[in-house]
């Protein structure tokens, strides 16, 4: 497994990455509509992605196969994204990327995380400190709002 920086020649394996990743490990957590909203079919990989390359981003690659990647706004402490290849999670990539992004942060790291992704906040040392509530092509979604401790 290597860490690569966010180049936007990833963006439509990216943007796969994501669709499957949401679809595959959320829908025991989340309703058919709800994944729709927000892993929509028809996402654009270059309008996705744009929001990784105004941020410290890295991509994990397993050969030449794109096994995650996450973002993180390194002034605020903001974990903005974070995700595994559903066939390739259990295997340490997301806890390699989550410790990439905090050593760049220069603020104690917080994040949104979904339901599906909260026990994995938690034992990289997350605390939940609030439900919260997004709202991605009108439909509401839940989540947590989680701070390293």
Request: hydrophobic share 45%.
């Amino acid at each position: 497994m290597r860490l690569i920086r966010y180049s936007s020649a990833f963006d439509p394996d990216i943007a796969a990455l994501f669709h499957d990743a949401v679809h595959s490990s959320c829908r025991c957590d989340c309703a058919p509509d709800e994944l729709a909203a927000w892993a929509p079919d028809d996402i654009d990989p270059a309008s996705f992605c744009k929001r990784l390359s105004g941020s410290f981003a890295v991509l994990a690659a397993e050969g030449s196969v794109l096994a995650g990647f996450g973002s993180a706004d390194t002034s605020s402490g903001c974990i903005d994204m974070l995700f595994t290849a559903a066939h390739l999670q259990g295997r340490g990539i997301g806890s390699l990327i989550l410790r990439t992004l905090e050593r760049e942060c220069k603020a104690p790291c917080w994040a949104y995380s979904s339901y599906t992704a909260l026990p994995f906040f938690r034992r990289m040392g997350y605390v939940p400190e609030r439900e919260d509530m997004a709202v991605r092509r009108g439909v509401a979604l839940g989540r947590w709002l989680v701070r390293k401790v």
